[in-house]
């Protein structure tokens, strides 16, 4: 028994390691959106394998310990093998608006994705099924070693590259293949530890043999790095894999990197060279070299970008995502006394201060620079320091923003709470200058300005008008706020500087109509009209009417890049043909086939086989019991993809809050599962008592975290990255606690009175699990966190209900009642 639970153990590690590694994968090669997708393909295979349990169950009793060493074995092959061939279906996400074959190729890619983790699922459900007596310590090591996992997935992306790291996971699977396999027992563990050596010889020969071009990274063509590694003489110089990203810095000396977005056109400078760093092979920064010379970067004049500048003195900085310094280097040029700088990954700064501090001219180290290594809500609430500007510039690529590959993104750096947080950082007289990209029709841009309304109005600013100023160009935007109304002296000096780089005013207090829209022409001043909407009295209708969502994003509604509205699909969709495939935010396209593929191979693989296989169970248990595990699966999928989203604001990065939530929800569900098998054991309770006792759990505290996590996160989230996960995980146990329990009831009670129906409850759930991953997110996009758990309560006091219908159906003998 012990061997199993450890084959277990390190079969679920492996699993939910390489659920979050292909997580980064797909957000290198396509976009991060893709993250969500793996989650219900992983699920899929979980599903798909209770059907396969279910209708070759004698067949694989038998032979229980080969099944599951095989299955080990498959699981640890098709890691690997999936992961190179889904690098070679020729999926373009960009062209799902106007090609019907990408939803073919996406098919493929979630199928193909799906079969290491039929392979996975299909171990731990055989291990239910066929010692099904001791399902409690089963499902204890499942959820243990899948909440290490997801710890040690981090670790493994420090080290190695995650194409690397696939193979290095795949020696987990291997070991539990070894610890089941059957074994003469004249050779015993001599002949086990044989076989172990081949296994893990032939590992450590696809690591290190295997050829880069084999298992390299297939990046989308049209993703930033190989647009930019495309031109002549165009070579990567330096490559650095992490949890927060890969970042590459590319040298382009034949076709120079000119990034210097919102350059006038007027402009008599030109920026000095530059390398690209690429993050995830998207997002670029530039490292501009620097001489120490601030004259010789004059272009920093005229950037739309350097508009607080004229209205600042030698002002206290704070750059919010620093990147490769091109902020800083804007803050020095214009005198700033101070610059605090704030870059959320390490590895970033690694490059600046490492290998290209001397190109960069060591500005990092410039004595006017102090550099803070973070994220910049968490550096905000940690810091009670004030400054004269806080910055916040470009954080994606151009192509990014205009493409929709943002809309599932979630962001809690534009939410009316993280406005709140940055004005109140605000000396008296002070400006928040935000820069996005210009989309025409306006979406970022007028989204940002109800945001910053909302925000102010919130703080009892009864008119916001008065200390907003906005100013564009044919791409950006930049938007300040100020911590005071502005004056006319300040008016006059920004349209000065507007008028000689010919930028557009957009906004400004008592700004005539007539003003807008003179150098860089729209068909009409759509900027400043929105904005005028949005400061007058029927600001709601106009959102409301808006062909684009600008309501303003929230913590519990953080997608700011979401601009999708229902009603004008059919619209767009008409003009995708013809130069409207801009408009339409494609990601939110993705997720909606991920859902009806999630829903067609469910069905096909689940609901159908058990639809028409025999019953091998008492009448009446079969609709019951399969409702029961089907709202399990959605409501403990709802509660853990809501914390997974809720968390990002607390732990500073998705990649994070995935493997702390997945680790605190699995660790601590697997207690629970463990303390239900002892209390069952020991005071003999009837099942439907631990299964009510737990959903009054869950929805009490469930309850209580819709009204503490945001006054705690907030007050919280200064602390460092080890006090957050451990409080995170303090969060976490008691609620996963509880929910570890109803599974293992469930079960517990099919192994007395309908064993044959255990691999369909492990289908069942399975399916529920695929459908509720995507769908999660899309009620987290249209309604919030908060209905999406108040779901999750709904679906657990159902699940209640129906296995306290179906105990009482069966006939309990005196001795099940002690």
Known sequence: MRRLLIAVFLVSASAIAYEILLMRVLSIVHWHHFAWM????????YGASGTFIALARKFLEARFEAAFAASALLFSISMVLCLALGQRLPFNALEVIWDPWQFLYLAELYLLFMLPFFFAATCIGLAFTARRETSDRIYFSDLLGAGLGAALVIAALFLLQPQRAAIGLAALPLAASVLLVSVPRTRGARGRAALALLQFAWLLGLLYALPEDRIGLRISEFKGLNQA???????????????????????SPR???????????????????????????ESLSAITAFDGNLAALG?????????????LEQPRVLVLGAGAGSD???????????????ELNPQMVDLLRGPFAGYAGHLYEHERVTLFAGEARGFVARHDERYDLVQLSLLDSLAVSGSGVQALGESYLYTVEAMARFLARLEPGGLLAITRWLKVPPRDSLKLAATLIEAMRGAGIAEPGRRLLLMRNWNTVTLLAKNGDFTESEIALAREFARQRSFDMAWYPAMPAGEANHFNRLDRPWVYEGIAKLLGSGAGAFVDSYKFNIAPATDDRPYFFDYFKWRVLPELWQLRKRGGAGLIEWGYLVLLATLAQAVVAGVLLIVLPLAVAPRAWPSGTGWKMGSYFFLLGLAFLFVEMAFIQKFILFLSHPLYSVAVVLAGFLVFAGFGSAASGWIARRFGRHPTVTVRAATAGVAVLVLLYLGLLPPLFQSMMGLGDTARILISLALIAPLAFCMGMPFPTGLRLLAEEAPGFIPWAWGINGFASVISAALATLLAIEFGFAVVLL???????????????????????????R
């Open 38 to 45: 793996i989650i219900s393909l992983a699920l899929l295979g």
């Open 229 to 251: 590694l495309a031109a002549v003489d165009s070579r990567v110089l330096d490559e650095r894999s992490g949890p927060l990203g890969l970042l590459t810095v590319v040298e």
């Open 255 to 281: 076709v120079p990197f000119r990034h210097a977005p919102g350059l006038s056109f007027t402009t008599r400078f030109l920026p000095p060279d530059q390398l690209g760093v690429f993050t995830d092979a």
């Open 299 to 311: 272009y920093l004049a005229d950037v739309t970008v350097a508009l607080p500048y004229q209205l």
């Open 328 to 342: 800083v280097l804007l803050a020095l040029y214009h005198g700033a006394e101070q610059v605090d700088a704030v």
């Open 791 to 817: 779901l999750a309560l709904l679906f657990y006091g159902l699940a209640a209900m129906v296995i306290t219908q179906s105990a009482s159906a069966f006939i309990w003998g005196p001795s099940r009642h």
